[in-house]
T-cell receptor, first 114, second 114 residues
């Protein structure tokens, strides 16, 4: 089934540790995104990539990094996790062209930093 | 001012009633508008998109767009308990440096009681 796969589903991480959240899509979408979702704050964009080889910062990029080596994969790395990064992380993808191209979301990764 | 504003709710309606969800946006350059539904613990899923002024109907759902007032709404007719979820309004820019990015409101929590 075509879509976006995120891994892991959930993770408990000690503060200061490094962690990479994985995201893979098989829809050949140009654009990919990482959001975090926190109660009362909604979905906030962390980083995005409009095409393989390029990335950009979203609303809340500090403490996170991304790479886009190919079309399918868009990993998100926390270099040194802090408790404020406890959140649910969603990876998404879309075609940029076309006004009606929506975001497709993965199932999310629930991260707890202790 | 946040890009996209929604009443956080909760909005509570009886089964069979019409639920009305509202959203305003700040950027007149916004071109495309989306409504996502998110069940608790799940990822957002697309319900409808609209990019022309007026109404767009899909089954029990009607999206309404008024670009002059920078206002978009979602009406759910004959509401069912299964419609109980958080509804996210999202706005997309199709030009400039933020091409293709989606901006989300914080969501409105809807409860449909039997």
């Amino acid at each position: 089934i075509a879509g976006i796969t995120q891994a892991p589903t959930s993770q408990i991480l000690a503060a200061g540790r490094r962690m990479t959240l994985r995201c893979t899509q098989d829809m050949r979408h140009n654009a990919m995104y990482w959001y975090r979702q926190d109660l009362g704050l909604g979905l906030r964009l962390i980083h995005y990539s409009n095409t393989a080889g390029t990335t950009g910062k979203g609303e809340v990029p500090d403490g996170y990094s991304v790479s886009r080596a190919n079309t399918d994969d868009f990993p998100l790395t926390l270099a040194s996790a802090v408790p404020s990064q406890t959140s649910v992380y969603f990876c998404a993808s879309s075609e940029i062209q076309g006004s009606n191209s929506p975001l497709h979301f993965g199932n999310g990764t629930r991260l707890t930093v202790t | 001012q946040k890009e996209v504003e929604q009443n956080s709710g909760p909005l509570s309606v009886p089964e069979g009633a019409i639920a009305s969800l509202n959203c305003t946006y700040s950027d007149r350059g916004s071109q495309s508008f989306f409504w996502y539904r998110q069940y608790s613990g799940k990822s957002p899923e697309l319900i409808m998109f609209i990019y022309s002024n007026g109404d767009k109907e899909d089954g029990r759902f009607t999206a309404q767009l008024n670009k002059a007032s920078q206002y978009v709404s979602l009406l759910i007719r004959d509401s069912q308990p299964s419609d109980s979820a958080t509804y996210l309004c999202a706005v997309k820019r199709d030009r400039g440096s933020t091409l293709g990015r989606l901006y989300f409101g914080r969501g409105t929590q809807l409860t449909v009681w039997p």
